[in-house]
């Protein structure tokens, strides 16, 4: 059974930085794109970074390119988001999710699965 847990959410003033984790339990991680959404309340749940299976691809979106990065440690089946220069407008649930296919390559919600619970990132102005 694959499972993900996200950590490392918490409450930052703007301008600051964090770094999410998500293990991942009960597949090959290194054979799967892997992805970070978020969703703010009351808005839809969106892609904000993702990273092929052996991490030679990326994708952000425009509202945190230049300042997140994604990275993966195939040794800890672990996937990273790094965030610095934070916004208020940063302010979600922030989830981590696993592609449905493996060998696959998309940033697209519905091509992922096995979401885990999610971390909170509150950023204050």
């Known amino acids: 059974q694959v499972q993900v847990a996200e950590s490392g959410g918490g409450l930052v003033q703007a301008g600051g930085s964090l770094r999410l984790s998500c293990t991942v339990s009960?597949?090959?991680?290194?054979?799967?794109?892997m992805g970070w959404f978020r969703q703010a309340p009351g808005k839809e749940r969106e892609g904000v970074s993702c990273?092929?299976?052996?991490?030679?691809?990326?994708y952000y979106s425009d509202s945190v390119k230049g300042r997140f990065t994604i990275s993966g440690d195939n040794a800890k089946n672990t996937l990273f988001l790094e965030m610095n220069s934070l916004k208020p407008e940063d302010t979600a649930m922030y989830y981590c999710?696993?592609?449905?296919?493996?060998?696959?390559?998309?940033?697209?919600?519905?091509?992922?699965?096995?979401w885990g619970q999610g971390t909170q990132v509150t950023v204050s102005s």
């Open positions: 990273i092929s299976w052996g991490g030679r691809r990326t």
């Open positions: 009960g597949l090959t991680f290194d054979a799967y794109s």
């Open positions: 999710a696993a592609h449905k296919v493996r060998g696959a390559w998309s940033c697209r919600e519905p091509d992922f699965a096995t």
